[in-house]
């Protein structure tokens, strides 16, 4: 099944400062999937892209998927403590369901 | 209300126990997935279904069983639960027709002694 690997793995950023997450998969994207986690509860949906070079935004969160369609970026500007949590990649590459990426925990320090 | 709900949300059991988890949505939608998510290992499918009389497995079906009651239920039972099977489980709907964007559930915590 496609690996979608995450990086990095854990996050630990002062309030107020800018992160990226990065997504990367070896095979095209048809559709790319962000979530996030807070410890312990459900999968809260963030945004989906689906063309090469797309760029959505939510509040202070921005993601991108490349050109090339195999590699998806999340950014956070000014990040708050109510950003900490996991963030998973999601993409369907088998055509019923998603893979998923095995997270990125971030934790924002006062 | 939840659009998708998920019962119950902590359940603690012992080895050989037959145990049932049930998953509801209001949301209209065909399809519906059972994950279980494992520190460290992402999320990983165990069944899905792409309507009432649609079941297909995942990954990793093996001492799972699933019914789908009707569009809006779909339980996920382990026979004989094992202590291997300690995970957190989730529920999601999607519907094709929007972006069949995933919506889950807020989990069940099981554990098995």
């Known amino acids: 099944s496609q690996e979608l690997e995450q990086s990095p793995q854990s996050l630990i950023v002062q309030e107020g400062k800018n992160l990226t997450i990065n997504c990367t998969s070896s095979k095209t994207l048809y559709g790319l999937y962000w979530y996030k986690q807070k410890y312990g509860e459900g999968l809260i949906f963030l945004m989906m892209l689906q063309k090469g070079g797309e760029e959505k935004s939510h509040e202070k969160i921005t993601a991108k998927l490349d050109e090339k369609k195999q590699q998806s970026s999340l950014h956070i500007t000014a990040s708050q403590p109510s950003h900490a949590g996991i963030y998973l990649c999601?993409?369907?590459?088998?055509?019923?369901?998603?893979?998923f990426g095995k997270g990125t925990s971030l934790l924002v320090t006062p | 209300d939840a659009d998708v709900t998920q019962t119950p949300r902590n359940r603690i059991t012992k080895t050989g126990k037959r145990i049932m988890l049930e998953c509801s949505q209001t949301?209209?939608?065909?399809?519906m997935y059972w994950y279980r998510q494992d520190p460290g290992l992402g999320l990983q499918l165990i069944y899905y279904?792409?309507?009432?009389?649609?079941?297909n497995k995942g990954e990793i079906s093996d001492g799972y069983s699933v019914s789908r009651q009707a569009q809006a239920k779909f339980s996920l039972s382990l026979e004989s639960a094992i202590p291997n099977q300690t995970a957190l489980y989730f529920c999601?709907?999607?519907?094709?027709?929007?972006?069949?964007?995933?919506?889950f559930g807020p989990g069940t915590r099981l554990t098995v002694l």
């Open positions: 949301k209209g939608h065909d399809r």
């Open positions: 279904s792409f309507d009432v009389k649609d079941i």
């Open positions: 999601a709907t999607s519907d094709p027709g929007q972006t069949d964007t995933q919506y």
């Open positions: 999601g993409a369907d590459q088998t055509g019923y369901a998603l893979n």
